[in-house]
């Protein structure tokens, strides 16, 4: 059990502070723990170095990588970090390198990784796979692929994989997984973009962690494009939980970000940019 955590955004779409920190769509999460430091998600690519260096966060000194899913705003700043990190264990599922595109009629677009395995690791990135619930330092644990329980968290249907005999087939975003690490206060959880389901990443993590409260959820919960219906019943869900401080971010959306601080009233805060928090 950790009793020193501090948890600050690098990358997110909005800024909080200080001067000069730049948004982007994608998401980076900065980890000081005890004897340890990790980056949880690189965002794009155009945020980190400088939004380490304001926020005073040594990408020399991180002693790991954890990638939440292989999309391009999660992933793109992986050369930027590796040049300053140097050899360096990266945490993922092995699905992050499928080819990915978001499909809406006509609209195409590729969102997966941009860069190929064997470039990465000709820069450094010595890549750990995992596809269950495992406990990667002595607290701190990453689901791997979560399993989807709930009627109502459906995958996103504009999230398309080609297959050659099939076509276009539903991406499911296995590789979708989030950090948890356990302090004296409960348990902190940072989601990627909860493609998973947020509801269906947090009874997991219950089922994997039984009787540890959880404290804090922090990132990207994948709300922006759920309907009434479907943020009625998360909403609802979520308050079973008992979460002391519920931290939206990047995919959630400012309207449903919005419904979540009138729920949440001061357990809520933005994760921007420039937030820390701390245990």
Not at 119 to 133: C, K, M, Q, V
Request: proline share 5%; hydrophobic share 40%.
């Amino acid at each position: 059990m950790i009793s020193q955590l501090k948890l600050t955004v690098i990358c997110e779409n909005s800024v909080f502070g200080p001067s000069g920190l730049i948004g982007e769509h994608g998401w980076s999460c900065y980890v000081e723990a005890e004897g340890y430091n990790m980056l949880f998600d690189t965002g794009q690519g155009l945020g980190v170095l400088p939004n380490s260096l304001i926020l005073k966060k040594d990408l020399r000194l991180i002693d790991s990588i954890v990638l939440s899913h292989g999309h391009y705003d999660h992933t793109s700043g992986l050369p930027s970090v590796m040049g300053l990190s140097g050899p360096t264990p990266v945490y993922a599922h092995p699905d992050i390198f499928l080819v990915r595109y978001w499909k809406k009629g006509d609209i195409l677009r590729e969102i997966g990784i941009r860069y190929k395995r064997e470039y990465l690791e000709s820069i450094g990135a010595r890549f750990i796979e995992l596809t269950e619930f495992r406990e990667i330092y002595s607290g701190v644990y990453v689901t791997g692929t979560v399993p989807r329980v709930t009627d109502f968290e459906p995958p996103d249907p504009n999230m398309q994989l080609r297959d050659p005999d099939a076509g276009w087939v539903q991406d499911s975003l296995k590789d979708d997984l989030s950090l948890i690490i356990d302090t004296n206060k409960g348990l902190f959880v940072i989601l990627g973009c909860a493609h998973s389901g947020i509801i269906n990443i947090l009874k997991y993590i219950q089922e994997n962690l039984p009787g540890r409260p959880i404290h804090t959820v922090m990132g990207g919960t994948h709300l922006g494009l759920a309907d009434q219906a479907q943020f009625g019943i998360t909403l609802s869900n979520l308050e079973e939980f008992g979460i002391k401080r519920l931290g939206a971010a990047h995919c959630t959306g400012l309207e449903n970000a919005a419904k979540l601080y009138n729920a949440f009233g001061k357990r809520f805060f933005f994760a921007s940019v420039g937030t820390s928090i701390t245990v």
